[in-house]
């Protein structure tokens, strides 16, 4: 009866920090918890404001507290712990990477974040699987700039990216993992064989195309409704040396589709396809010049672009040094296909490693200047490929001609290389396109003018029928969701019902709300 009586005077210090605490300044007040929960990190309250922010800046969740797992025995530890205060308690948990979401989903209101980044566990290659293939046995609070370079050590690469690889390996497994070789290869979620996950209940499970195949569906792309990920293996193809880097402009958007669209249905192609959209950017090509080096320097320095929108096709070809003459050739024989300005082609030649990682560079001189931690309203919508130009006329004529506030990506994927029983919802078309309108607001004034423009830019979507999807959804209303999700939607909540019934996992995603159980989901 005593023990009884202890614990329930601790579960009632969790319930009250849950509900009661909006800043905790006590470094002891976790103290009691660690006996209960047997964890081997370590959980605290004096970390909670940091676990308040996000990339995106827009939106702060003060949680009661942070764990920092030293083990995955301590993510199962503080899940069951919570999964046992039963549907009466309000705590939940949110498991969080390198923070890079864009509005609060890895955070929770009064509950407990995950930092997934302590988890440790490393990243292991494993030189034979399934059929001979090697895989990288990698944490799921791994960044995928670790995975990279010790899979280098081994003469390999994982085959899918992001564009920004200082991400871990279970936050864009979460979501999907998109990059320019997903047109080859698929999302990153297309390239794992097998997962290690929490679920909402405090249990452990791999799960693989053979085991627990439901949830290793669901989880893949699942915006960690249904588990958090702990481990993964992830498919690798042997790792280039080298890489040619290039990049064209036009000037007409039918050409500019109709090239990419070309080049991702060929059979010989690039590595690396991806394209951008240029609003009011003078001086382009110069900034261009300190790292690629102009074919004609004589028309390259005459080019203007005369105010005009512009369309940038960055491409690479994989080489090793010995390959380096018949990379030219096919170089060649892939730019003579293409309708680009003459005077705009450009090129540089990189390590695999410093390509793949380029947006570090970037990410470094914005930091230096201050202007990395600000808010992000950025918006990352997939277009069906019959509705692009529609879209672009409006947009980019319109909405965005003389205001962009970062870059503007838009290049085509294939429908046929997602794996359609993960949880990632893309569009019906085969060939849909992904437009990510990456904005910074440094002042509060443009922080309210980007999220109008959004706004515009959502509004015209479904007031001209154009049935896009949000990659990274952001929706505050389950009715919102059931139309993100469509036909799908039962399915989802079914799988929610079964792998976390009490809702407690990634409440900042707004999709259930614990203690509150759609007709669905029961």
């Known amino acids: ?66 764990l920092y797992p030293a083990s995955v025995s301590d993510v199962v530890s503080t899940v069951q712990h919570v999964f046992q205060l039963g549907p009466r308690s309000k705590l939940t948990v949110a498991a969080r990477g390198h923070g890079h979401s864009l509005q609060g989903q890895a955070q929770t209101d009064g509950g407990i974040v995950v930092r997934m980044e302590a988890l440790g566990g490393g990243t292991r290659v494993v030189h034979q699987h399934h059929g001979g293939q090697p895989y990288a046995d990698a944490s799921g609070g791994e960044l995928w700039i670790n995975v990279l370079v010790e899979c280098l050590k081994h003469g390999l690469a994982p085959k899918s990216w992001t ?8 936050g864009t497994l979460s979501n999907a993992g998109i990059s320019g070789q997903a047109f080859r290869h698929g999302p990153q979620i297309s390239n794992v064989y097998q ?54 402009l036009y000037s007409d958007f039918t050409s500019f589709t109709e090239d990419q669209e070309m080049l991702i249905s060929a059979k010989e192609t690039f590595d690396y396809i991806e394209g951008f959209v240029i609003t009011n950017r003078t001086g382009l090509i110069n900034n261009w010049r300190s790292s690629f080096n102009p074919r004609d320097p004589v028309r390259a320095s005459q080019f203007d672009s005369d105010g005009k929108i512009l369309f940038c096709l960055e491409m690479t070809k994989n080489f090793n040094q010995h390959e380096a003459e018949s990379m030219d050739q096919q170089v060649e024989q892939h730019l003579s296909k293409l309708r680009y300005l003459p005077s705009t082609l450009f090129q540089s030649e990189v390590s695999y490693l410093e390509f793949l990682d380029r947006v570090h560079a970037s990410e470094v001189k914005l930091r230096s200047k201050g202007l990395w931690d600000v808010p992000h309203p950025w918006l990352n919508l997939f277009i069906p490929r019959a509705r692009i130009k529609d879209f672009a006329r409006e947009v980019f004529g319109k909405i965005l001609r003389d205001s962009s ?43 309210e003018e980007a999220l109008k423009q959004n706004r515009k830019i959502l509004d015209f979507c479904n007031k001209e029928g154009i049935k896009m999807k949000q990659y990274l959804p952001y929706y505050t209303t389950q009715e919102e969701w059931r ?21 407690i996992l990634a409440p900042g995603q707004r999709i259930f709300h614990k203690g509150v159980q759609s007709s669905s989901s029961s």
């Not at 800043?23 to 081997?40: A, D």
């Open 195 to 248: 997962l290690e996950i929490v679920t909402g209940k405090g249990e452990v499970m791999n799960c693989s195309e053979e085991e627990n195949s439901e949830l290793f569906h669901a989880a893949r792309g699942g915006l960690g409704q249904f588990g958090i990920i702990t481990r993964a293996q992830i498919a690798l193809e042997p790792a280039p040396e080298m890489v040619r880097w290039i990049r064209v």
């Open 163 to 170: 564009d920004y690889l200082h991400l871990t390996v279970g």
């Open 1 to 66: 009866m005593a023990m009884h009586s202890y614990f329930l005077h601790l579960f009632l210090i969790v319930a009250l920090v849950s509900v009661v605490t909006t800043h905790v300044s006590n470094p002891v007040v976790p103290s009691p918890l660690r006996p209960l929960l047997h964890l081997q990190g370590n959980l605290s309250f004096d970390d909670a404001p940091l676990a308040a922010k996000d990339f995106g800046n827009i939106y702060q969740l003060l949680p009661a507290a942070v």
């Open 483 to 503: 139309g993100h999700y469509g036909d799908r939607w039962e399915m989802f909540a079914h799988r929610k019902g079964i792998y976390d019934p009490l809702s």
């Open 405 to 447: 506030r970062g870059p503007i990506l838009l290049y085509p994927l294939n429908r046929s290389k997602w794996d359609n029983r993960t949880s990632a919802v893309i569009p019906d078309e085969e060939i849909f396109y992904l437009v990510a309108l990456l904005s910074s607001a440094p002042s509060p004034g443009s922080l």
